[in-house]
């Protein structure tokens, strides 16, 4: 066992009669990596999870932390602690008596058990809230006392179901930084089940993006987001445009596309090194998209189109724009500097869209 | 006039609930005003107040004995119809069973089999096995009977809370069995002080099984109608009933307002 491996999945499936909920998934996470599980609802994240914990037991394969298979292990005897999606907390308890549950069975005398709850409470933020009743806290509250009741068992890993989810934007925006600092902090390995990319890239030093019950691709959130390697990622994280076409050229690492709906697209520095004559998908963000009235000179990629409709989102506008041979509108984001969103035209106004050869990829189809 | 016209049907319902309130509750209040009554028929016009029937009440040794009896199966089979009634609504609520569907029929079959047919069968069978007729065969029928109360009444709590909640606990490092103790059981003891009241007064006032079931020990309701030959024993049953009566409203209240405070107020749990 090495540091790189202290949580080893290996081949792990979990199958519910014919649905294949988790498919042969095999990854390692590092001690203390915030390592997160992200999908859309049905990828199998949270059934990846749960069998970590020890709640589903893998139909086949194997899950090794800090060198120990844990098989059979029940989940009492694992040492992995949970923060539950709803939170768990026990209502007939108090905020106190919920942190320290677990500690039960360490016997500690009572001045101890005592300063390590008064810790915990500190920690989160909730010093003076140790004796109201449970049911008597908030939603973010809730999730500290759960954070706190995990965290006291000091655990090796920290798994958290969608623990933010619950809460409205501001409070989540700023609870994903504290958890970030208080994970650094503790030094505790982390697996984070969500299904909001933003939160997911917010966070994390490396992503499993999970469909279908398969971790799709594993890698840092930049890299994820500037790099896909497939096509349910690139779309999956953030927003993409897609073009279908078959390729005509390829010499010297760049690429030329023939697609349906835009016309040439030159692609240079592509990971996936295409064939002549094979089908593939080019994909642009639409940062990378640049809007102008006139036709650009000596650019790469241009295109002219219509705005079919902008939404206009304060510090910036997302520009749809109906380009000749293409059902789906272009995507172009537009920084609203200096109140741009505003000099633009309205719709049906004539532009030009165009983007340099380094800013597409070129996808397996 | 539109107004009064949708008034009509609101005072319509005003006359059914009151002749409804009546039906019900009029005849029971007879019990405790007859049981003042100076005289041994049971008829208007009322003859004067007396505390005689109480006091022939207390004095009947038989009745007495009777009551006894009927509490003691009483509070047997609450506890045992309860134990059996959780396990049952746990494994329902919490494991996937093969086959639970006719199991739970299974259980529930005696809601809607006749009590007499039920009383029968079972007296022809503990008579063959050779059990003698006691205390303990009316408590063993009521068990039957109460324990699918039980189990529907526990299955609704327990289908109540969060399943993660026994998840957390045994994440947190307890056994399944120390997760029950410290968080099943509290939680669904709302659950359980109803079912307990439950199956007590099912088998307080059941008479059929106890009928068929009593050996030569009788409950109060095998009691009550044994006495009902005797015209100058019936203001002492009537002077009991008011008792019951009073004891069993004062039970009620006090269990709703226990169930109340439960709701509003998590107790300590260590």
Known sequence: ?365 | MRIGSTKLPISGLGTYTVIYLAFIYLPVLFLPLFSFNDAIYVAFPLKGFTFQWYEKMADSQGLLTAFENSVKVGIAVSIISTIFGTLAAKAFTRYNIPFNRPIKGFIAVPLVIPLIILGISLMVVLNRAGIELSLFTIALGHVVICVPFSMLVMMSRLEGFDKGLEEAAQDLGETPWMTFWRVTFPLAMPGIVASLLLCFTISFDEFLLAFFLAGDQATLPVYIWSQLRFPNKLPSVLALGSCILVASAVIVILAELVRRLGVQAPKEGQ
């Open chain 1, 1 to 365: 066992m090495s540091d790189s491996s202290f949580i080893s999945i290996q081949r792990v499936a979990k199958h519910f009669g014919p649905v294949k909920a988790v498919d042969d998934v095999s990854f390692d996470i590092a001690r203390g990596e915030f390592f997160s599980l992200l999908g859309p609802s049905g990828c199998g994240k949270t059934t990846l999870m749960r069998m970590i914990a020890g709640f589903e037991e893998a139909t086949y394969g194997d899950i090794h932390i800090d060198g120990q298979p844990m098989g059979r292990i029940p989940p009492h005897k694992r040492p992995v602690n949970m923060v539950f999606q709803n939170y768990a907390i026990f209502p007939h308890l108090t905020v106190r008596q919920n942190i320290a549950f677990g500690l039960r069975k360490d016997k500690l005398p009572k001045p101890e058990l005592d300063s390590r709850v008064d810790e915990a409470l500190e920690m989160i933020k909730l010093a003076g809230y140790g004796d109201r009743g449970a049911t008597q806290l908030s939603g973010g509250q809730r999730q500290r006392v759960a954070l706190a009741r995990a965290l006291i068992k000091k655990p090796k890993v920290l798994l958290l179901d969608e623990p933010l989810g619950a809460l409205d934007k501001k409070l989540r925006e700023q609870m994903q930084l504290e958890l970030r600092a208080l994970q650094k902090s503790v030094g505790i390995t982390f697996i984070f089940v969500t299904h909001d990319q933003e939160e997911a890239m917010t966070m994390s030093d490396r992503i499993a993006v999970m469909s279908e019950g398969k971790a799709l691709e594993i890698d840092g959130p930049a890299t994820l987001y500037e790099k896909p390697k497939t096509r349910f990622v690139a779309d999956f994280l953030g927003s993409m445009n897609f073009f279908d076409g078959t390729v005509k050229s390829a010499e010297g690492g760049v690429a030329v596309v023939t697609t349906n709906q835009v016309g040439e697209i030159t692609i240079r520095n592509s990971d996936h090194q295409p064939a002549v004559g094979e089908k593939v998908v080019v994909a642009v963000r639409p940062e990378n998209v640049l809007v102008s009235g006139e036709q650009p000179d000596s650019v790469a990629n241009a295109v002219k189109g219509k705005v079919n409709a902008a939404a206009f989102l304060g510090d910036r506008s997302h520009i749809y724009v109906s380009v000749e041979g293409s059902d789906e509108p272009v995507l172009t984001l537009m920084q609203n500097l200096g109140g741009a969103a505003s000099r633009m035209g309205g719709e049906q106004h004539d532009v030009w869209l165009h983007w340099s050869d380094d800013a597409a990829l070129l996808l397996p189809k």
